[in-house]
């Protein structure tokens, strides 16, 4: 018999939301938090509906980091337009490794509204691609 | 070039001739240890134009045969910085460079005729210390304008890319989705 799971599954969508709640609070913590969770949510999101449609087979580990970034970038998925949500990763990293300011003409450093919006036009992009027919067909 | 065609399909059949059809200058391509090496963020970049003939076709009115003009232009090309070009060209291979060049130009010729604030194209390798051997080449189009207008650009870029994505074989294209990526800075 399985033991009650330490951490129950989690839809990504509620990072998205728990990062635009964090976006409005005043501190340099829930900031720095907002856009980490908000890569997560593009991140995670792409992941986990692309598995849906049957698009790809993820690996439910780091690798999937690399693995999402190019696979969104196909021309049947987001295209060039794909880009973008490694821009966000790089914007995370910055924000989530260097504690010191981070000025506005560092390289990857991009606002939270941005970080937001992006992640919001890449889900829902992918939310509104079709669902890949199987092979073969 | 696009230009040329535009110029061409502008010609008119009745009032004018085409009085020159002059190969324009190549950009003076320096022998590679003349490049001009230069300090950026404490690293050794070197620059390199971007080679491409300049075609123009020329018409004015039928007046004379002996009126010609000689007309010489040579139009500014966007400046390539490399930050480590070695690691760059090692990490693409032989047709990962030829797909960088493509971008390249396809990048110069969409900043030419939209007239992009483009100051220059920073090219480097990145590493994310995240991911086991993940490595790519970060293109940065650095534009003299505020970030949001500079996204707009690079948006606009990317149709571009997906028409040009459309021409290459398959190797080619996946070149391009995992080891090329872009993003803007700003110079001012």
Request: aromatic content about 10%; charged content about 30%.
């Given at each position: 018999m399985m033991s009650e799971p330490l951490y129950r599954a989690v839809n990504p969508k509620t990072y998205l939301e728990l990062a635009d709640r964090l976006s409005s609070e005043p501190h340099e913590t829930s900031k720095r938090t907002a856009a980490d969770r908000a890569y997560y949510a593009a991140f995670l999101m792409s992941r986990d509906i692309l598995a849906t449609k049957g698009y790809i087979t993820p690996?439910?580990?780091?690798?999937?980091h690399r693995y999402v970034a190019v696979t969104l970038k196909r021309q049947d998925i987001?295209?060039?337009?794909?880009?973008d949500e490694e821009r966000i990763r790089r914007a995370r990293n910055l924000i989530m490794y260097d504690t010191r300011d981070i000025n506005?003409?560092?390289?990857?450093?991009?606002s939270l509204k941005w970080i937001l919006d992006t992640t919001k036009r890449i889900v829902e992009r992918v939310e509104n691609l079709p669902i890949k027919p199987p092979m073969g067909r | 070039m696009n230009s040329n065609v535009i110029l061409k399909e502008d010609?008119?059949?009745?009032?004018?001739?085409?009085i020159e059809k002059e190969r324009m200058h190549w950009r003076v391509m320096p022998p590679v240890s003349s490049w001009c090496s230069q300090q950026v963020s404490g690293l050794t970049a070197t620059t390199s134009p971007i080679l491409e003939p300049i075609i123009c076709y020329v018409t004015a009115p039928r007046?004379?045969?002996?009126?010609?003009v000689d007309i010489s232009v040579v139009t500014p090309r966007t400046e390539v910085i490399y930050r480590n070009q070695l690691a760059v060209e090692r990490f693409l291979g032989d047709k990962g460079k030829r797909v960088l060049e493509r971008v390249l130009s396809l990048a110069d010729n969409v900043s030419q005729e939209q007239n992009w604030p483009l100051s220059y194209i920073e090219i480097k390798t990145v590493k994310d210390?995240?991911?086991?051997?993940w490595q790519y080449i970060l293109v940065i189009f650095n534009f003299a304008c505020d970030f949001m207008t500079a996204d707009g650009y690079l948006h606009d870029f990317y149709r571009k890319l997906d028409s040009l994505t459309n021409l290459l074989d398959e190797e080619e294209e996946d070149i391009l989705r995992r080891m090329l990526f872009f993003d803007v800075g700003t110079t001012i």
């Open positions: 690996y439910y580990s780091s690798e999937d987001l295209g060039s337009l794909g880009n506005r003409e560092q390289q990857d450093a991009r | 010609r008119p059949t009745t009032s004018s001739i085409e007046l004379d045969s002996t009126w010609f210390s995240e991911v086991k051997d």
